[in-house]
């Protein structure tokens, strides 16, 4: 499977990208509890924003997480068939950063630091001299 992003940067790049997973998750997570609290209909898109944020909290599945953080937003805040009992404020620019945010993260990647790293993580490939053995193990 093709990825967006080439590496799992440690370091302060991977710090960087640890604190917009961070700020992006708990956005979403916030998000989902206010909608949690209004009509019934809205727990579906509340609890698979809720699900995102920590997927993008953990960097568990991010390309995946960060998709389904955005559709959740859009849903929420941007359609305009809301119904008239959920009479909660809607902050078009902080949604449209939070959008932003969660883009960046699919195409970034999720750093040196999440659980897709150490699930999908580069590798070091050690060649022997034996022509027949070839050895893999993860970069640490």
């Known amino acids: 499977m ?11 790049p991977g710090l960087g990208l ?10 979403a997570v916030a998000q989902a509890i206010q909608f949690m609290t209004t009509a019934a209909w809205t727990w579906v898109v509340a609890a698979a924003s809720l699900l995102a944020g920590a997927s993008l909290g953990a960097g568990f599945l991010t390309p995946g997480a960060g ?11 941007a359609l305009p068939w809301r119904p008239p009992d959920t009479a909660l404020p809607v902050d078009r620019a902080a949604a449209a950063f939070l959008i932003v945010d969660a883009v960046a993260l699919i195409l970034l990647g999720p750093g040196a630091f999440s659980v ?3 699930l999908f993580g580069r590798r070091v490939i ?11 193990t993860s970069e640490e």
């Open 2 to 12: 093709q990825r967006f992003f080439s590496t799992f940067p440690g370091g302060w």
């Open 18 to 27: 640890l604190l917009l997973r961070t700020a992006v998750a708990i956005a």
């Open 67 to 77: 998709t389904a953080s955005a559709l959740a937003v859009i849903v929420m805040t």
């Open 116 to 118: 897709d790293a150490r």
């Open 126 to 136: 050690v060649i022997s001299r034996d022509e027949n053995r070839v050895h893999t």
